[in-house]
């Protein structure tokens, strides 16, 4: 089971926007709505950022959003904080009942 | 509050078998699909298993299909992670994870902190 495929790493500067790319397939990312993002600092257990590709649960930064276009999956992340600074990974349900996560992107705040 | 806590993780020799345990509390446990997640060192996470909320369905990673069996008590919220022919590739983290609502194509908004198995002679 391949994972899906992301930036290895994205940096950007206090108060800037970046885009996290995460692409799959037509077996996931690209046939259904079940795209999460999930933030990891390290030593730490991976936190819900967005589900069901755009939606942010409750105590979620406003700052995150998701999206999709076709095998590809996106979370962006605005007004860049240095709290923002950890390892972000994209999972998605695939057919046959299973689920994929992506390789990590690791974000660096400059 | 919602909690999870793992525990049954440590060191085991090649082909040797362990069982994890995942206790949950602050929430209707009997109600939510559970899931294993592990993370091998500097690696992404890797989904493992799911079980339904009844316990009747069960899902497996091909890695560790036919070695290793989740299940769940229901009455003593409590899942399970049976692993047996444990192999170098299955040391890792392994975290419980709670499905947001009963689906296994849901994401996972609770996560345990992780119980650490080392398969290695």
């Known amino acids: 089971q391949s994972a899906l495929t992301q930036p290895a790493s994205v940096s950007g500067s206090p108060g800037q926007s970046i885009t996290i790319s995460c692409t799959g397939t037509?077996?996931?990312?690209?046939?259904?709505?079940?795209v999460s993002w999930y933030q990891q600092h390290p030593g730490k257990a991976p936190k819900l950022m967005i589900y069901?590709?755009?939606n942010r649960p409750s105590g979620v930064s406003g700052r995150f959003s998701g999206s999709k276009s076709g095998n590809t999956a996106s979370l962006t992340i605005s007004g860049l904080q240095a709290e923002d600074e950890a390892e972000y990974y994209c999972?998605?349900?695939?057919?046959?009942?299973?689920?994929?996560f992506g390789g990590g992107t690791k974000v660096t705040v400059l | 509050e919602v909690q999870l806590e793992e525990s049954g993780g440590g060191l085991v020799q090649p082909g040797g078998s362990l069982r994890l345990s995942c206790a949950a509390s602050?929430?209707?446990?009997?109600?939510?699909?559970m899931t294993w997640v592990r993370q091998a060192p500097g690696k992404g996470p890797e989904w493992v298993s799911a079980?339904?909320?009844?316990?009747?369905?069960?899902y497996y990673a091909d890695s560790v299909k036919d070695r290793f069996t989740i299940s769940r008590d229901n009455s003593k919220n409590t899942l399970y992670l049976q692993m047996n022919g444990l192999r170098a590739e299955d040391t890792a983290l392994y975290y419980c994870?709670?499905?947001?609502?009963?689906?296994?194509?849901?994401?996972?908004?609770?996560w345990g902190q992780g119980t650490v198995v080392t398969v290695s002679s």
């Open positions: 994870a709670k499905d947001q609502v009963g689906n296994i194509a849901d994401a996972f908004d609770i």
């Open positions: 602050g929430f209707m446990f009997n109600n939510y699909v």
């Open positions: 079980i339904s909320a009844s316990g009747r369905s069960t």
């Open positions: 037509s077996s996931d990312v690209g046939g259904y709505n079940s």
């Open positions: 069901d590709i755009s």
């Open positions: 999972s998605a349900y695939r057919s046959g009942n299973t689920v994929v």
